[in-house]
């Protein structure tokens, strides 16, 4: 049976303004989701402490937001300085890390300000737990995910490396079926394209292994794909708003294209073109990623505004 995965929504009422006749609409569930909320949450908390605090790589996918936190005071490192610092404050993101990072932190006397979302933890330990029951590691632990991305580097990592990524149903067809195969989803990826590789798993797995599987899809995220084809369709023009590394929000802006072709993805209000206008739209719709703040959205709004008066 697929699993459900339950999390705190976060919204905020609809904001809508005129510009040149037409109607300016956010969309009231899009922006931060749970985790990113609560990672953000904590690094302004410690901020405000007055203490020098490091954040292992960007703390969301946003570099409006990125910059917003280094004005004050949010210093962001990557792995190579992570491993040359000593005795300082670490945030971990949303996203996750592996094994092998917090063992680097307590070698070097870092104190961790653990911000992994409480759904990737909960995943992270439930594919740690399917590899130590296997000691001989014959079983296939497969990961539907974006190679490289941090949230599924973090969850390899629980398998001492050993898992197998897959991006797209298609490449389902490199397992072995004649092994045993667990599999898992990285919490930000399509269900549609999780369901298709349990099929074609299922239909091909030999009589003689075994096949487990485990929906760890974040619904709050995977909610939104549904909302936001709805949001697209109701509007003339839709500006859809996100960091060019966020891995959700291209997911969701294909979403928008999907339903509205005059969709537009934007980075920031300067991103915004008058010939997105023409012909002159009723409705202009403004969304974005998990990782999109709400005032940057507003700002996107305020530029439309301008350019339609």
Known sequence: MIEEQQVAQVTTPSLTGRAGGGSVEIDSKSGFCFGVTRAISKAEEELAAGQPLYCLGDIVHNSREVERLRQLGLITIDHDEFRQLRDANVLLRAHGEPPATYRQAQQNNLNIIDATCPVVLHLQDRIRREYESDPSHAKQIVIFGKRGHAEVLGLVGQTEGTAIVIETPEEAEQLDFCRDIALYSQTTKSLEGFRQIVEYIREHISPAATFTYADTICRQV?????????????????????????SNGHILF????????RSHLIDSPAEIDASFFDPAPQTIGICGATSTPKWLMEQCRERVQELLR
Request: one cysteine or more; a neutral charge.
């Open 254 to 261: 294909e979403e928008c294209r999907s339903v509205n072709p």
């Open 222 to 246: 995977a909610n939104r794909m549904p909302h936001i084809r709805d949001f697209a369709a109701c509007h003339d023009v839709v500006l859809f708003v996100c960091g060019h590394k966020s």
